[in-house]
């Protein structure tokens, strides 16, 4: 199997890595430290844009840091995906925290998590953009092997 270590990674292959996410100023959002390694087919849609383009040309063995904006990443965060809300309307109102994630019904029939970012006495207002959505995300990127 010495040709693997001598491959690169393209699109379709599947890898299994390790990784660290942090925001820029080095807080970790993310990591597989303590975990499997991530397993994910290069291309397919499995991990955001920039996480698959910042594994492409990587040899088993190798690692790289790489900045993903908010468009390679979750995407902006979108003001109409927010809302406030009358507390007495959410089931179980009076047991809210903030940052819990709530499961919401559209009028469509699908479903949409949130977040909960504020509460007051009267209102709660709920996030349904994904919590790191605008945000540009700081990855190092171990490419262990292909799977």
């Given at each position: ?54 594994v ?18 979750y ?49 709660v ?23």
């Open positions: 199997m010495s040709d693997q270590k001598d491959r690169t990674v393209v699109d379709g292959d599947q890898v299994r890595v390790n990784y660290i996410g942090r925001f820029a100023d080095g807080s970790v959002f993310d990591s597989s430290e303590g975990h499997e390694p991530l397993e994910f087919t290069v291309g397919a849609g499995q991990v955001i844009a920039g996480f698959d383009q910042a492409i040309g990587l040899r088993p063995g190798e690692s790289r840091k790489v900045v993903v904006s908010h468009e390679d990443g995407g902006a965060h979108l003001p109409e995906m927010v809302a406030e809300v009358e507390r007495h309307l959410i089931p179980d109102h009076d047991k809210l925290v903030l940052g819990s994630m709530l499961e919401v019904s559209l009028e469509d029939g699908q479903s949409l998590e949130v977040q909960v970012v504020e509460i007051s006495d009267d209102s207002v709920l996030d349904g953009n994904h919590p790191l959505a605008g945000k540009e995300l700081h990855f190092e990127i171990a490419l262990l092997e292909f799977a």
